[in-house]
Nanobody
Framework: QVQLVESGGGVVQPGGSLRLSCAAS????????WGWFRQAPGKQRELVAR???????NYADSVKGRFTISRDNAKNTVYLQMNSLKPEDTAVYYC?????????WGQGTQVTVSS
């Protein structure tokens, strides 16, 4: 069983930055594809960014050039660096570990972008 704990959310002004962290335990970190998803009120959960075991990353069009996903295999941690934040980035952000045999989710961390 993989446990995921997100941190780093908060309130930030438009144009600001935040870095989210997802610490994993209970599994073999390198076996999973890691992703960040978000869910805004009244909307479906959507993929923000994903990174493979080989550190190949892809992003939603809405965050390309502003967000960067990275992983530290030694620390079993995945990061999401978010720059140039916009009000429409406001959502609960969830960390995900995906493999062919399972999906694991964190509890979510709130990001609010507001002046």
């Amino acid at each position: 069983q993989v446990q995921l704990v997100e941190s780093g959310g908060g309130v930030v002004q438009p144009g600001g930055s935040l870095r989210l962290s997802c610490a994993a335990s209970g599994g073999i970190f390198v076996l999973y594809v890691w992703g960040w998803f978000r869910q805004a009120p009244g909307k479906q959960r959507e993929l923000v960014a994903r990174i493979t075991s080989g550190s190949s990353a892809n992003y939603a069009d809405s965050v390309k050039g502003r967000f960067t996903i990275s992983r530290d295999n030694a620390k079993n941690t995945v990061y999401l660096q978010m720059n140039s934040l916009k009000p429409e980035d406001t959502a609960v952000y969830y960390c995900n570990a995906h493999a062919s045999w399972a999906d694991y989710w964190g509890q979510g961390t709130q990001v609010t972008v507001s002046s």
